[in-house]
């Protein structure tokens, strides 16, 4: 949030200074809660740890011991505990029937009001109406999302227009690098089809 106002203020043609009590929220010493705790939610710790955050998380599944040491991250059974003690909430999950609106008027409720939700999973993950009414009431603090329903939204949608949103338009793995890598496994996983051998990437039906 602060970065995007910040950079309109500095090249508004309107300023003539920067104000001195326009104050951000550090993350060092800041609690991250991770709602799902795959591969990517994983790496999302290891970054998080540089930054000396206090890491929970929430996942189907616990890690194993030794990998929750390696991060420092303390699982939570219930994502409500989760909710309530983190300030920065990060949704890393896939998009199911199960977690359709994971995130809906109660779980924001749950939050601290200084709290900031991240979306970078799904769109559909979150309750856009109740988000919308929890950032417009400042139930919670601001939200960053990558990931919209639809994508991209209504030009009239009402996020748009709030100030304490950042919305970026589903770029989290557009780089030249992620892009090239992805391309390059895909053609690993054809070629291992097409002269029979194990697929790298295979996935399995639950």
């Known amino acids: ?35 799902g705790m795959g591969s990517i939610g ?21 890690r194993r011991k030794e990998e929750e040491e390696a991060v420092g991250a303390h699982y939570c059974a219930k994502m409500e505990d ?42 559909a993950v979150i309750d856009q109406d109740a988000l919308v009414e929890a950032l417009q ?20 949608h009402p996020l748009l227009n709030l100030t304490n949103v950042i919305i970026t338009p589903h770029i989290g793995t557009a780089t030249v690098q992620a892009i090239r890598t992805m391309a390059e496994e895909a053609i690993a996983n054809m070629l291992a089809v097409l002269n029979d051998q194990p697929i790298p990437s295979e996935v399995f039906p639950k």
């Open 42 to 62: 994983y790496k999302v710790a290891q970054r998080a740890r540089a930054f000396n955050m206090r890491i929970l998380y929430h996942n189907r599944n616990r």
């Open 137 to 156: 009431n400042k139930v919670i603090r601001a939200a960053a999302l990558d990931v919209t329903y639809p994508e991209p939204l209504p030009r009239d």
């Open 1 to 35: 949030m602060y970065l995007h106002a910040g950079c309109q203020i500095a090249v508004s043609p309107d300023t003539k200074y920067f104000a001195v009590d326009w104050l951000g929220v550090e993350v060092t010493g800041a609690t991250l809660g991770i709602i």
């Open 82 to 123: 989760l909710l309530q003690q983190s300030d920065f909430v990060m949704l890393v999950v896939n998009l199911t029937p199960e977690t359709h609106k994971l995130i809906g008027k109660k779980e924001l409720g749950l939050m601290k009001p200084t709290a900031t939700l991240i979306n970078i999973s799904r769109g």
